[in-house]
């Protein structure tokens, strides 16, 4: 069956994407986020003439089937850190005690998958917070949670067609909670901050003192909820940036790459780098 072609770029740049469509000699109507959908494209001259230039212009271009809809899912999961938000908690908390720099070079690493034990490069970030006031919790939560571009759409959609979110998140309850709250997902899955005298102590484990959630606690916590509630894994959509995020990327019906290191670009259906979160939607016929 011949695909057709999702051409997508960032909100208010309509006219990039409309000039982008004149230069291969195509009309299309671009909807919203900011999106145009292209058929009986051929896939392998687009490929050779067009896909560098595409990318030059920062337009994400996906191939999908025609008749994909939103109904055949019927399970959301989602990392948190760079993908529905757009920070990296820990970092930003390490850098409100003088260790940003420090935590932030452990992560690039774990993220790249040149540190192939997340949990261990978890426990080392987090030891370098040991003795900070736990206040730094709270300032991060006040000022400086803000979730991606599109967002609130694409949680609005997937709540008017009744599909449950996970929040899936190697990060921490102290933070998830507050995001689950915020925009209403199902349940959150995350790691916990150990919090003594009003002081992190620079230890941290997986929920009620289990293993840190990993790529592997990530896939089978979702895993197990699909299977309690009687979801296949192909009804299943995922997100993620990092390569704890891979398992449940390769797992998922529909996967993205959320703007992800090339190694977990791979291990997706699809990728957007520059489209909104709500671009998902513009996947659905």
């Not at 230069?23 to 919203?32: A, F, H, L, N, S």
């Not at 993220?111 to 426990?123: F, P, V």
Request: aromatic fraction near 6%.
């Amino acid at each position: 069956m011949n695909q057709d072609l999702v051409l997508q770029t960032k909100i208010g740049h309509e006219e990039t994407l409309q000039k982008f469509l004149h230069t291969i000699g195509r009309k299309g109507v671009i909807k919203e986020p900011c999106a145009v959908r292209l058929q009986r494209m051929n896939r392998e001259e687009f490929e050779t003439r067009w896909a560098g230039k595409c990318r030059a212009l920062q337009i994400d271009a996906n191939w999908i089937e025609p008749s994909l809809k939103l109904s055949q899912f019927k399970l959301f999961a989602t990392d948190m850190d760079s993908t529905f938000l757009n920070l990296e908690t820990l970092d930003e908390m390490a850098s409100f005690v003088g260790k940003g720099e420090d935590v932030a070079k452990i992560t690039e690493l774990a993220m790249q998958g040149k540190i192939h034990n997340y949990a261990e490069s978890l426990t080392a970030r987090v030891k370098l917070l040991a003795g900070a006031d736990a206040s730094i919790v709270d300032r991060l939560i006040d000022r400086h949670i803000r979730p991606n571009p599109g967002a609130e759409k694409l949680v609005s959609a997937l709540k008017e067609a009744g599909i449950p979110m996970l929040l899936v998140s190697g990060g921490f309850s102290c933070v998830t909670e507050v995001v689950k709250a915020r925009y209403g997902f199902t349940h959150v899955i995350s790691n916990e901050l150990e919090i003594i005298d009003g002081k992190l102590t620079g230890r941290v484990t997986g929920p009620f003192g289990t293993p840190i959630i990993d790529g592997r606690g990530k896939i089978s916590y979702v895993s197990a909820y699909a299977l309690q509630h009687g979801i296949e894994l192909s009804q299943l959509i995922t997100m993620g940036d990092g390569s704890n995020d891979i398992p449940m990327l390769e797992a998922a019906g529909l996967s993205i790459a959320w703007h992800a290191k090339p190694k977990v670009r791979p291990h997706a259906k699809q990728a957007f780098d520059f489209a909104p979160l709500s671009g998902l939607l513009a996947l659905f016929s």
